[in-house]
């Protein structure tokens, strides 16, 4: 029986590399239980590493490596929603070398998100994901030899996007969407009309934001879209929306069968429009209709900034009694709006 290679230690019946090369360890596993495919690919490290040693050769990463690195590494609100857009393109490009990626390799990828009625707005937020990967590879990122994962990184085309004007329900509108929702979508759906809350900032509300002295909600800047803290009064129509939730769930507010409720835009919120004729209508297109309303109601153009979450002028923790109070006033207006 031959001897196995020096360099190579099995732990856990996987085979791991620890060899010194020129003064530098490689060390990592071969990810193999088999002796003779741990000495090949312990031979391909080698010859690798000295290149990379002496020549100043690059080592070459696939995607995936990247994509792991990105969320490991990156602090960020939208991280789950990049967690889903780089999931959905590994199987087009996550066992590609990265200096392999550009436009040309992600047609069968764009084509596809097409195909399944994906609009290119959408289509763009996964390019621009996959772009920051690449940027950080080329610009950021460095192995043990101080090169970067990648030489430079491509050029990724944006589409055209095919953008659409908002739209705004009126009341009979919204009385025939919310008689096709399920209750918990109706619920949200409603609290959305009243209170011009972000989807996002409605699924993942809690009950520790809420202030029930002041009959409001408050969201620090981490939950927000523009970083900056936000309060949430409720009108009468929101406050009942809110006392029927209590009790459900100990830490969020909008829940289904037990469990928070992640997003408004799915199956059932499609299905829903459709049978309402309304399939133009996006969850977005709740927060316009908020606004519009707002307006109509004669609603000052801060209030309404405040309100939307817009304003950058304020603070949420300098707000005083007669502020909130004011606002409080300016949201009762739209609790006139026939919900049933």
């Known amino acids: 029986m031959s001897k196995k290679t020096p360099g190579l230690t099995k732990r856990n019946d996987i085979w791991h590399i620890n060899k010194v090369i020129k003064g530098k360890r490689l060390y990592?596993?071969?990810?193999?239980?088999?002796?003779?495919?741990?000495?090949?690919?312990?031979a391909q490290r080698?010859?690798?590493?000295?290149?990379?040693?002496?020549?100043?050769?690059?080592?070459s990463y696939t995607f995936i490596e990247a994509a792991t690195k990105y969320l490991k590494d990156e602090q960020k609100k939208s991280l789950d929603r990049d967690a889903v857009t780089l999931k959905a393109v590994m199987p087009y490009i996550g066992d590609l070398p990265l200096e392999r990626i550009h436009m040309g390799t992600l047609e069968?990828?764009?084509?596809?998100?097409k195909n399944a009625g994906i609009k290119n707005g959408t289509i763009n937020?996964?390019?621009?994901?996959?772009?920051?990967?690449?940027?950080?590879?080329?610009r950021l990122w460095r192995d043990e030899f101080g090169n970067s994962w990648l030489q430079?990184?491509?050029?990724?085309?944006?589409?055209?996007?095919?953008?659409?004007?908002?739209?705004p329900i009126n009341e009979q509108e919204q009385q025939r969407l919310i008689a096709e929702l399920p209750e918990h979508l109706r619920n949200m759906v409603i609290?959305?009309?009243n209170t011009g809350c972000r989807e996002s900032e409605i699924t993942r509300l809690r009950w520790n934001e809420?202030?029930?002295?002041?009959?409001?909600?408050t969201l620090l800047g981490e939950r927000t879209k523009n970083g900056e803290d936000r309060i949430i009064p409720l009108n009468s129509t929101a406050k009942a929306i809110i006392d029927a939730q209590r009790g459900k769930h100990e830490e969020y507010v909008f829940t289904y069968?037990?469990?928070?409720?992640?997003?408004?835009?799915?199956?059932?919120?499609?299905?829903a429009r459709e049978r309402a004729e309304l399939t133009q209508c996006r969850v977005h297109d709740l927060r316009h209709t908020f606004g519009r309303r707002l307006r109509a109601a004669e609603v000052s153009f801060e209030n309404r900034q405040d309100l939307l979450g817009h304003t950058s002028s304020r603070i949420t923790d300098h707000y005083c009694r007669a502020e909130i109070a004011g606002l409080h006033e300016a949201v009762e207006k739209l609790s006139r709006v026939n919900l049933a």
Do not use: M
Not at 52 to 58: A, D, F, H, K
Not at 127 to 136: E, F, N, P, Y
């Open 108 to 113: 069968t990828f764009i084509a596809d998100r």
């Open 191 to 193: 609290f959305a009309l």
């Open 152 to 167: 430079e990184s491509p050029l990724i085309q944006l589409l055209k996007l095919n953008n659409r004007k908002p739209y």
């Open 210 to 217: 809420e202030n029930r002295e002041l009959n409001i909600f």
């Open 257 to 271: 069968k037990g469990n928070p409720v992640l997003r408004i835009n799915g199956h059932a919120w499609c299905k």
């Open 125 to 138: 937020r996964d390019l621009a994901i996959i772009s920051r990967v690449l940027t950080l590879a080329s």
């Open 46 to 59: 080698i010859t690798e590493f000295r290149g990379q040693l002496i020549y100043g050769e690059r080592k």
């Open 28 to 42: 990592e596993s071969t990810g193999s239980s088999d002796l003779e495919e741990a000495e090949r690919y312990l």
